[in-house]
């Protein structure tokens, strides 16, 4: 199937969702990652901050770019104020270093905190126990905007294990949802890839992470 169909087999799958697609074109290339834009695509979502940084760069000023993978401290200074969203805030250091290096351009940067709902040892994240704290610390700083919640599913085949950590999510998200705070407001969830964003759409996603569905196989070679 060519792109411009699995494009539209997504866009089937949303119709009863009020969901926000985000092409994740992480390992493809610009001329791939262009097909998706010219069939009006206009979020993409990248891994590493090199190489979106990259891409940005060589790409149509109309895009909204969006960090879903780990970010680490030495690279918030690249990438705040490069992104329409970090999805991928998993650590009060990150949160205080982006707020830092915000304060310091003059601007306020958007961002969703990452939790790991699951508590496995191999995904980044704060547990569900720390998302209070997290929340009263992120209310302290004056340039980040909390937008919302991103979660990824456990790895594993087991359907009911991954419906109750995107169940477990969305609880967490209406019940901070009428939070008082200035800079804190629970308007996306974050949830779902190519695997799992059918279950996450059922589960209230809003914003769902796909890449092979949308590109195919990742191509493991350096952006051309």
Known sequence: MSIKDNIDDLKKDLENYDANLLAVTKTHGIDKIMEVYNYGLRDFGENKVQELIEKKEKMPEDINWHLIGHLQTNKVNKIVGEVSLIHSVD??????????????????????????????????????????KVIEEASKLDNINIKGLMTMAPNTEDENLIRNCFRELKKIFEKLFNLSYNNIEMKYLSMGMTHDYKIALEEGANIIRVGSKIFGKRMYKNVR
């Open 91 to 132: 650590s009060l250091k990150i949160l205080k270093k982006i707020n830092s290096r915000a304060k310091s351009l003059s601007i306020v940067q958007d961002c969703l905190i990452q939790v790991n709902v699951s508590k496995e040892e191999t995904k980044s994240g704060f547990f569900v126990d720390e998302i209070d």
